[in-house]
């Protein structure tokens, strides 16, 4: 029902949009995440955004280089990607919670999508 795309390898600098497209039932009224697993790592969280679009906030490593946004109309949200560094490189997943936009990082995920590779090359 969540589907993320967009990725693929850039070099260190360059930038990349994330899709996370929805289907099968409207996620609109859902805080929507995106995460990122590296490899031999643990997955972390990356950025939220509210139901709305109305409030976003960020992992410290991403503040300033990442932007999360949505449209709910088409049942969509992305996640820019400037200033890429080598240390993004992960799988990046979309996520999706009912409840609990201040809390999505730490609390259990409704919908997980399936992730889209991102390599960013020095």
Do not use: H
């Not at 400037?82 to 609990?100: F, H, R």
């Not at 609390?107 to 090359?121: A, H």
């Amino acid at each position: 029902q969540l589907q993320a795309s967009g990725g693929g390898l850039v070099q260190a600098g360059g930038s990349l949009r994330l899709t996370c497209a929805a289907s099968g039932r409207t996620f609109s009224s859902y805080a929507m995440a995106w995460f990122r697993q590296a490899p031999g790592k643990e997955r972390e969280f990356v950025a939220a955004v509210s139901w709305n679009g109305g409030s976003t906030y960020y992992a410290d490593s991403v503040k300033g280089r990442f932007t999360i946004s949505r449209d709910n109309a088409k049942n969509t949200m992305y996640l820019q990607m400037n200033s890429l560094k080598p240390e993004d490189t992960a799988v990046y997943s979309c996520a999706a919670n009912k409840y609990g936009f201040n809390t999505i990082e730490a609390s259990p995920i409704d919908y997980w999508g399936q992730g889209t590779e991102v390599t960013v090359s020095s």
